[in-house]
């Protein structure tokens, strides 16, 4: 059986100013063979929010930035349906940074975890249930301290966790 082709994101080149196309570049290649320990994540759902374009620069952020010549960052949803790894079961649908792309090989579980499609639909992870709804939870009740009778407005524009 001939390997799956893997459909993915390249990112060329940091963009001068707001992002524009042609930093990006589609390209397919066959997904490798699992070596002993690795397990293969096939993407559902992928996140594509305004926080991208910091990883885009290189500068000191919370989250690693993507260098040229890598796959796009990004966080997804998938499900595992091949696995070297006696922590990652084939069926396990996951929650992790699996890019911009068809499939991801994973080496640590830990990584990623699974998610209970028992409290939400898969989307909903990448949203109100995953990081973004913990860390508008945590801002919230850590940092801005609301008290009874006071105001405060949220912006759409503060990026995903704003929209939460």
Do not use: W
Request: aromatic content about 6%.
């Amino acid at each position: 059986m001939a390997a799956p082709l893997n459909h993915f994101v390249r990112f060329l080149k940091r963009p001068d100013g707001a992002p524009t196309p042609d930093i990006f570049g589609m390209e397919s290649a066959a997904v490798p063979s699992l070596q002993p320990g690795e397990f293969l994540v096939k993407n559902v759902l992928v996140s594509i929010d305004p926080a991208l374009v910091s990883r885009m620069r290189p500068e000191s952020n919370y989250a690693e930035c993507v260098n040229p010549g890598e796959v796009m960052h990004a966080y997804g949803v998938g499900q595992v349906i091949e696995s070297n790894n006696p922590a990652a079961k084939v069926g396990e649908v996951r929650l992790g940074r699996f890019d911009m792309q068809n499939y991801a090989v994973q080496s640590d579980p830990e990584e990623s975890r699974v998610i209970n499609l028992g409290i939400a639909a898969p989307e909903h992870y990448l949203s109100v249930v995953g990081i973004t709804g913990a860390t508008a939870y945590f801002v919230l009740q850590e940092i801005c301290t609301p008290k009874a009778g006071e105001a405060m407005v949220i912006s759409a524009a503060a990026s995903s966790v704003g929209r939460v």
